[in-house]
Nanobody, 118 residues
Framework: QVQLVESGGGLVQDGGSLRLSCAAS????????MNWYRQAPGKQRELVAG???????NYADSVKGRFTISRDNAKNTVYLQMNSLKPEDTAVYYC????????????WGQGTQVTVSS
């Protein structure tokens, strides 16, 4: 059974920091591309950051220089360190795994709420 379990969300003030974690089980984590998406009320889900199996990273322009994605293959966990948070970062953050063996399969976590107060 595949599970992506996010944690670390919460309420933080403008300029504060949070670290999100996503613990994966039931997938070939080491060969998976792991991503963080977010969805604010009334908006489409958007890619925030991604990290490939080899450690390559990409970020949305809106979070570059403030967010850092990392992974620990020994723990099957991906992290999102979020610094200098802004009210516009308020959203539900979702962990996503992309596994490509014979075809591309995508898995989603249940999401964790991040609220940044001004």
């Amino acid at each position: 059974q595949v599970q992506l379990v996010e944690s670390g969300g919460g309420l933080v003030q403008d300029g504060g920091s949070l670290r999100l974690s996503c613990a994966a089980s039931g997938i070939a984590f080491r060969i998976s591309t792991m991503n963080w998406y977010r969805q604010a009320p009334g908006k489409q889900r958007e890619l925030v950051a991604g990290i490939t199996s080899s450690g390559g990273t990409n970020y949305a322009d809106s979070v570059k220089g403030r967010f850092t994605i990392s992974r620990d293959n020994a723990k099957n966990t991906v992290y999102l360190q979020m610094n200098s948070l802004k009210p516009e970062d308020t959203a539900v953050y979702y962990c996503n795994a992309e596994v490509s063996i014979f075809s591309l399969i995508t898995y989603w976590g249940q999401g964790t709420q991040v609220t940044v107060s001004s």
